[in-house]
């Protein structure tokens, strides 16, 4: 199930003083089963790219392909693509609506022409995979807290089996625990269901700990497509275009320009100690 | 003077039925006592559903307390005569700056708060100016908010409470929606309104890193103040914060990390530059 994009561009309101090329020529592939980041500064693209990938915005001009197909092809089932890519907005609790999270849950597959038992089949295993609790699914979701909703509008989603779960900003306002959970959820599902999962974050530590490669937007172009060792060695650019290196990899630059010999491709908290470790035994 | 002071707050949310009949309540802030001076930089840290916005909203008289007293530059929020003092001693910016903005133009909705004041025209646009300037958005005084990044749009919001002039800037959660860059312009701003203005900050954030800076952190569980004190003091309490799901800047997080690796890094390391110094000194 990857997704290709060639030479694709969008233009907001064209013809109109307000004209915006918000991408420029984006040529990308994410093949199947993969965990890829995307980071950006506000206004960058990124969300417009990812409203591309299950077909909400239609591309001014260039093409995606699903699986090989061209999704602009005529007569290409869109309404498939959509409960293929599953996409979680941000902020995704302001669209819980239903009686009760069970229902809400349900929604999706509903909407998929499921039947009642399957549909509740789909939603119990959903409930269970973003880890809420079964005495939620009769609550009113607006009952629940901040990161209980967060997740019971991510089960909405996967309730869909989607096999692209595309995700903007799925921790902004939690708290550290509360980031914790949704993220490590997302990373077990990854592994348990191979699904592919596109992780739009303004966190540079979470992309680091979980993406196996990172896409950087700037000004609708991609910047940098690479694992994130590689493209947060370019911390000096990415600070250039609104971004940064997770804080472990400034610690260890520093670390080096005092004299210390670590190699400063590290980026997550347990690889630096990892790292400082190795070179303080080599000094003894 | 202090610019803020609690003593045993209580604030209780209504539950209703349908019928709109009240058939129970809940708790969300429970006997809480602070105390901010003039000037002073704090941090609110604590859970999605702690109480800290609940708290963060008796400050400008948004919520007045179901028992006990806030008082915002000495006066008490819970009388109506003082409440549009109290508001404008303590402006607010919020975490969503889509929620915030109104006017058509930039400038317009800067200057809309001063205006509700009865400022002067003149002084007005003076206001907005130089509260543009302060918020690096001056050269965006024409343009129409909506086609703003979210940084601009909130460092446009902040600009906006700065234009009213308040002793005291609340700000919840200002930097959840905003990338790197944003997050550092928004604080920086917030760092210069303190420096130029001498402005009280109350910071509410999940973010570890931006509070290292702050006089005080209070931490709130389940509507009590459960811990207080420096940021040293705090952030050397590791299992403690997690316990009530919080976290440590990135560089406590390491020195923690090499701890358990046997090393015997110091308490209380908070900055990189620290733990940089330490290690490196160790040959």
């Known amino acids: 199930m990857s997704i290709r994009l060639e030479h694709l561009n969008y233009i907001y309101s064209p013809g109109t003083a307000y004209e915006k090329h918000a991408l420029k020529d984006i040529n990308l592939t994410i093949p199947h089963g993969e965990f890829v980041g995307i980071i950006g500064h506000t206004g960058s693209g990124k969300s417009t790219l990812i409203q591309h990938l299950n077909g909400l915005i239609r591309a001014s001009s260039g093409k995606i392909y699903y699986n090989e197909e061209d999704i602009y092809q005529e007569g290409y089932h869109m309404k498939e693509l959509r409960s293929q890519v599953g996409l979680v907005f941000q902020y995704p609790e302001h669209q819980l609506f239903e009686i009760d999270v069970m229902t809400d849950v349900c929604f999706g597959p509903k909407n998929q022409g499921l039947s009642d038992e399957e549909c509740k089949e789909r939603a119990l295993e959903a409930l269970r995979l973003v880890g809420l609790k079964e005495k939620y699914y009769s609550m009113s979701p607006f009952e629940l807290s901040g990161g209980q909703k967060r997740r019971a509008a991510i089960a909405g989603v996967l309730a869909m089996k989607p096999k692209v779960l595309v995700l903007d900003e799925p921790t902004a306002g939690l708290d550290p625990k509360g980031r914790d959970d949704i993220l490590e959820q997302i990373a077990y599902l990854h592994k348990q269901t191979d699904m592919t999962v596109i992780l739009v974050s303004h966190s540079m530590e979470d992309i680091a700990r979980f993406a196996d490669r990172i896409i950087v937007m700037n000004h609708g172009e991609v910047m940098f497509n690479d694992e994130p060792k590689k493209v947060f060695a370019h911390f000096k650019e990415l600070e250039k275009v609104g971004l940064a290196a997770p804080q472990v990899t400034y610690i260890m630059h520093d670390l080096k320009e005092h004299g210390l010999a670590v190699n400063t491709d590290v980026t997550t908290v347990e690889e630096a100690a990892d790292e400082i470790m190795r070179i303080l035994e080599t000094r003894k | ?283």
């Open chain 2, 1 to 283: 003077m202090n610019m803020i002071q609690t003593e045993k707050l209580i604030f209780e949310y209504e539950k209703r039925d349908e019928e709109g009949s009240v058939i129970g309540t809940s708790r969300a802030i429970d006997q809480v006592d602070i105390d901010v001076k003039e000037g002073q930089f704090i941090a609110i840290l604590g859970h999605n559903g702690s109480g800290k916005s609940t708290l963060a909203k008796h400050m400008n008289a948004i919520l007045v307390p179901t028992e006990g007293t806030m008082w915002v530059d000495g006066r008490n929020t819970k009388d109506p005569e003082e409440l549009w003092n109290v508001r404008q001693s303590a402006g607010m910016v919020f975490q969503n700056p889509d929620n915030q903005i109104i006017g058509t133009v930039v400038e317009e909705d800067v200057g809309f708060g001063p205006e509700n004041l009865g400022v002067p025209t003149d002084e007005i646009w003076q206001r907005v100016e130089e509260s543009l300037k302060a918020v690096g958005m001056i050269s965006y005084r024409h343009h129409s908010p909506n086609k703003l990044s979210g940084g601009q749009k909130q460092r446009v919001a902040i600009a906006g409470v700065v234009a009213m002039e308040p002793k005291c800037i609340v700000l919840d959660e200002p930097t959840a929606m905003l990338d790197p860059a944003g997050r550092k312009e928004v604080l920086k701003t917030v760092k210069r309104l303190r420096e130029k203005k001498n402005v009280t900050v109350i910071l509410i954030t999940h973010y570890m890193e931006e509070v290292i800076d702050a006089d005080k952190i209070y931490v709130m569980d389940h509507g009590h103040v459960v811990m207080q004190g420096t940021p040293r003091e705090i952030f050397s309490r590791v299992e403690e914060l997690k316990g009530y799901r919080l976290d440590v800047p990135q560089a406590a997080l390491l020195a923690d990390e090499l701890r358990k690796r046997g090393l015997s890094v110091p308490e209380g390391i908070l900055r990189k530059e620290e733990l940089v110094d330490y290690l490196c000194q160790l040959d």
